[in-house]
């Protein structure tokens, strides 16, 4: 049967609190802009906030419910661990911290991962989020065209209780910094990285499921008894922008994510069209995986699975977009609801917490 391989990452959806305080930190802290601001289809009476670059493309997407009433969520086994966006330079990510910490957010790093430097820092929801540059990339210490094939561990220097954590704290840049700068654009989703039990069994299904490849194997940095490994759309010849997913080893029986507040709820991967997401759906079924309908979302079409290690997965597909139902030179300005939800608009705005 044909394998059709994801293009890369689509989307990411956390839960957040407060649709207010989420847009105050991701539209006006980390300068994303607000594509969509629509309702949970599921639940019209919280808020569905989307965040991306200016026209919402497929990889710069992460998306938040509005959960005020839910328990506070943990990262574990089947979960998100973090989330990283990518930033061009150095020099950009240094910014980022100075910034950061001007806005009263803790930064740790800039920890040196061989493969791109990274901050790391929480939402006001506690999802760990990273800034990872872009470069220099997973052929620095492989080659090209063999990437992932032999377990490599960065030298001491990038280990915890090895590196020099003195100096990685004090770094930042030099001066404050006024207003988001141009070397501070972020480019969207550079990897995404989740917690297993069985890395080899969640290898098989992210090749077989998905057709993603490894790129890297190695250790966790910050717990080098741990695996890390690294998948990607990637054909030998070069890795694509926003396809990284990576897992952290955990030994069987650790705790389980608890879905929640400032847990991602779910990770989602590109079909490039509806055959290609239904080819995607049938290779699940004969791979014997529970897979969903296909599920009008609007802005994309979805369907949802579990990976044997319980994360919940969705295949969307890259249209119709987000200027589907508004101009878009004005997304994200006003609410938008779909056609079956529209006649209620009223009771429906007079319900929705204000986002300000
Ligand atoms: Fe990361
Ligand atoms: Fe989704």
Redesign the pocket.
């Given at each position: 049967m044909h394998v059709p391989v994801t293009a890369g990452l689509h989307h990411v959806t956390l839960v957040a609190r407060d649709a207010r305080r989420t847009l105050g930190f991701y539209r006006d802290v980390l300068g994303l802009g607000l594509v969509k601001r629509t309702v949970n289809f599921d639940d019209p009476g919280s808020h569905h906030l989307y965040f991306g670059d200016a026209q919402g493309r497929p990889g710069t997407l992460v998306t938040v419910f509005e959960w005020p009433r839910a328990p506070r969520g943990g990262f574990g086994l089947g979960g998100v661990h973090?989330l990283?966006l990518g930033v061009a330079s150095p020099e950009g990510q240094l910014q980022w911290k100075r910034w950061l910490l001007q806005h009263g957010v803790p930064v740790s790093g800039p920890y040196d991962r061989k493969w791109f430097t990274?901050i790391y820092f929480a939402d006001p929801d506690g999802q760990v989020l990273?800034i990872?540059t872009k470069g220099p990339g997973y052929a620095v210490d492989e080659p090209l065209e063999a990437l992932g094939q032999r377990v490599i561990v960065p030298g001491d220097g990038h280990l915890r209780g090895r590196r020099d954590e003195r100096d990685i704290a004090a770094a930042t840049w030099p001066e404050p910094i006024a207003a988001i700068t141009p070397a501070m654009a972020l480019g969207g989703l550079h990897?995404v990285?989740g917690i297993t039990d069985d890395i080899a069994r969640m290898h098989d299904f992210l090749g077989e499921a998905l057709g993603l490849r490894l790129v890297k194997r190695s250790v966790n940095q910050d717990d080098p008894d741990a695996a890390h490994w690294f998948w990607a759309n990637y054909d030998g010849t070069r890795v694509a922008d926003h396809s990284a997913y990576?897992l952290f080893g955990w030994p069987p029986g650790v705790r389980a994510a608890r879905p929640g507040v400032g847990q991602a709820h779910h990770v989602a991967f590109r079909a490039e069209s509806t055959d290609d997401q239904l080819a995607f759906q049938d290779r699940l079924r004969a791979m014997g995986v529970p897979v969903s309908d296909v599920m009008d979302r609007t802005y994309f079409q979805s369907i949802y699975f579990r990976a044997p290690d319980g994360m919940l997965f969705e295949i969307a597909t890259d249209g119709p977009g987000f200027a589907v139902d508004e101009p878009a030179e004005v997304l994200g300005r006003t609410l938008r609801l779909p056609a079956w939800l529209e006649a209620e608009r009223g009771a429906i705005e007079g319900a929705l917490p204000p986002l300000g």
């Open positions: 973090h990283a990274s990273e990872a990897h990285t990576t």
